[in-house]
């Protein structure tokens, strides 16, 4: 049974209880605010990487809504006639290819003098049919032998209608993709996959990804709601990646946008573990400093325990330490107690009071008065009735002095088998001590009976008074001792106050 070993034991799980939760608390923060940051960088990427393509997007679509509404392209009937006209937009543009359809789908390019027709195209026949601008699937282009994009827009020339049509360089747009704000985010497009039922570049999704949780039903579901939509995966690498889809305003694009996780937590998550280090280094040093101090607080604690056993043996069958060292100290505080009060009455000794009524003597500067009372008969009881009733009567006696002294810095004590003793300064003058002491042997008064027997009893008490000289308690006992002996003389049930004689 350690007490120090009992505390530091507390100490080591109350560290360790709020250690987990400091490092819980950090670890939802910190992921909390990950994610939140994930989030606002997601939405900021998408919105430049946006812009920079509708940017180009709005240049293309601009440039074939002025030439539709050139004013000479009304007057021209051949489509040879209108390419002329259209060559010019093309080279201050630097554009590879613009081009002018009828109806029917016959097309004039300029790259090409010939006329083909080009009814059979996806892009224009939805031109035509929808009569506004759509954008082609990626396309070859023999020309610069790269990818292309395909703009064309419907436009009336109020004599003939058709669509005129414009390149867009894949390397622009992919350039335009290229924006990141974080290196473990990625940007690309979905093409054709609004206003159709059938969008098969989802496949691409998992070209060069195990993205096994995605579902293409589902995908096509909230491409044709039009709505922005996210995805939690697992790239080929069992990477955790976000997938968020987005659709691109003026165009049949989907924006897709993916972040991984573990690069943009790599070095975070390495801050995030010297921080929990640090934490743990902290609790240990913490926790070594106050087991440190605890040592040395209950170091005489623990060897007074120790002592205590060979004194008082430890009584209590528990298996809980701290139960067995509550009973000890409990017996401890009873065997203490035994020490310094009386059993039989509850009042301090003789020696307890004299210390209290010394420490009260010093810090009381006012008038005090020490009564000692004597229980008159308290023999004869014992002789004719047995000690019981003296013992009963002792008890009932103190009972009534208690009661009488109430206040709180009223000192009571048993001086001895029948005497007691009590430093009270509640009274003003002599004449309130008088009442005091009147209507104290008044209540002190009884009898005692075993039903045949009848024995009264009563109080002689002996007064002395501090004064200027007397500051002494020993000197007090002894002058009240000697006034006792004065009121036994003058026939016992009475009081006498000393007078130095």
Not at 5 to 31: A, D, P, R
Not at 171 to 189: F, M, R
Not at 297 to 314: L, N
Request: with cysteine; glycine share 2%.
């Amino acid at each position: 049974m350690n007490i120090s070993h009992s505390i530091k034991k507390k100490i080591t799980q109350y560290i360790l209880l709020c250690l987990s939760l400091l490092v819980i608390f950090n670890l939802s923060y910190w992921s909390y605010n990950q994610y939140n940051n994930i989030q606002k960088l997601l939405i900021r990427n998408r919105a430049v990487t946006e812009n920079n393509i509708l940017t180009i997007i709005s240049k293309h679509t601009d440039l074939l809504t002025a030439i539709s509404n050139d004013v000479i392209m009304k007057d021209m009937s051949l489509l040879s006639q209108k390419i002329e006209i259209i060559r010019p937009y093309q080279e201050a543009f630097n554009i590879e290819t613009l081009g002018i359809t009828d109806i029917k789908g016959n097309a004039a390019t300029t790259y090409r003098k010939n006329v083909e027709n080009i009814n059979y195209r996806h892009y224009f026949q939805q031109a035509i049919q929808q009569k506004k601008l759509t954008i082609s699937n990626l396309i070859y282009s023999p020309i610069s032998n790269s990818y292309v994009y395909i703009i064309c827009n419907y436009f009336n020339n109020l004599i003939k209608e058709g669509t005129i049509f414009a390149s867009v360089s894949y390397a622009e747009i992919n350039y335009a993709l290229a924006y990141q704000e974080n290196t473990s985010i990625k940007n690309s497009i979905l093409t054709d996959c609004k206003d159709t039922n059938n969008c098969e570049d989802t496949n691409t999704l998992k070209k060069d990804n195990i993205y096994s949780s995605l579902s293409n039903k589902q995908i096509l579901h909230n491409i044709n709601d039009k709505s922005t939509f996210n995805y939690h995966v697992i790239n080929n690498k069992n990477q955790l990646e976000i997938l968020s889809l987005h659709p691109l305003k003026n165009t049949p694009w989907y924006l897709v946008t993916t972040l991984n996780y573990n690069q943009y937590l790599k070095d975070k998550v390495l801050f995030m573990i010297i921080n929990i280090f640090i934490s743990i280094i902290a609790s240990i040093a913490i926790g070594y400093y106050l087991m440190k101090k605890v040592s040395i607080i209950t170091s005489p604690i623990d060897a007074f325990i120790q002592e205590s056993t060979s004194i008082i043996p430890i009584q209590s069958l528990s298996k809980n330490s701290n139960i067995d060292m509550n009973h000890h100290f409990k017996n401890i505080i009873s065997t203490t107690k035994d020490g310094v009060y009386c059993s039989r009455t509850n009042l301090l000794n003789r020696k307890y009071f004299i210390q209290h009524a010394n420490i009260t003597l010093q810090k009381r500067h006012q008038k005090l008065a020490l009564l000692f009372i004597d229980l008159d008969n308290l023999k004869t009881i014992n002789d004719t009735l047995g000690h019981y009733y003296g013992d009963d009567v002792i008890r009932i006696f103190a009972q009534h002095v208690k009661s009488f002294f109430n206040n709180p810095i009223d000192l009571i004590g048993r001086f001895g088998g029948d005497e007691f003793i009590v430093l009270t300064s509640g009274f003003n003058n002599e004449t309130d001590l008088i009442n005091i002491l009147e209507t104290l042997i008044s209540q002190l008064n009884g009898s005692v009976s075993n039903g045949d027997i009848v024995i009264p009893f009563s109080a002689s008490i002996g007064v002395a008074v501090t004064d200027n000289q007397t500051h002494d308690i020993e000197q007090l006992i002894n002058n009240a001792d000697q006034a006792v002996y004065d009121s036994k003389k003058k026939g016992k049930n009475c009081y006498s106050f000393y007078v130095d004689h």
